[in-house]
């Protein structure tokens, strides 16, 4: 039985592309994985087209502000970056659904101040 999934064996792509690949997994912006790296936006995108490769030093960077393995990085070869995409919509929505909770709370309260103010009002214009 083979169990080597397209996370852990060789990918075939190239250093760029899976520097592309975990940034884009990891929500990050070229700008903003840049300035975590310490380098220019342009550097960064020379790496990603591969038009010229990170020194050692800062391929180890790269992977700690990546969030994978600086093996696989180098080769592809190794434990791939897993999209989280589903889990963290699914935490997006409960944040959503907690946050109209609470919305929908004050809405109620507020409902209940000018019901209890219209009433005043209505016993004070009948008298």
Same mark, same amino acid.
């Given at each position: 039985?083979?169990?080597?999934?397209?996370?852990?064996?060789?990918?075939?792509?190239?250093?760029?592309?899976?520097?592309?690949?975990?940034?884009?997994?990891?929500?990050?912006?070229?700008?903003?994985?840049?300035?975590?790296?310490?380098?220019?936006?342009?550097? $960064?995108?020379?790496?990603?087209?591969?038009?010229?490769?990170?020194?050692?030093?800062?391929?180890?960077?790269?992977?700690?502000?990546?969030?994978?393995?600086?093996?696989?990085?180098?080769?592809?070869?190794?434990?791939?970056?897993?999209?989280?995409?589903?889990?963290?919509?699914?935490?997006?929505?409960?944040?959503?659904?907690?946050?109209?909770?609470?919305?929908?709370?004050?809405?109620?309260?507020?409902?209940?101040? $000018?019901?209890?103010?219209?009433?005043?009002?209505?016993?004070?214009?009948?008298?």
């Amino acid at each position: 039985m083979n169990d080597m999934t397209p996370e852990t064996y060789d990918d075939g792509d190239t250093l760029g592309g899976r520097i592309t690949h975990a940034r884009d997994l990891a929500g990050l912006t070229v700008e903003e994985a840049a300035s975590r790296i310490g380098v220019t936006t342009e550097t $960064l995108s020379e790496w990603e087209t591969d038009r010229s490769e990170p020194r050692a030093n800062k391929i180890m960077t790269l992977a700690g502000v990546l969030g994978v393995s600086p093996a696989w990085l180098i080769s592809g070869t190794g434990d791939a970056p897993q999209s989280q995409g589903m889990s963290v919509a699914v935490d997006e929505m409960k944040g959503e659904i907690n946050r109209l909770r609470e919305l929908s709370q004050q809405i109620a309260t507020s409902v209940e101040s $000018l019901e209890s103010r219209l009433e005043t009002l209505t016993r004070a214009a009948d008298e």
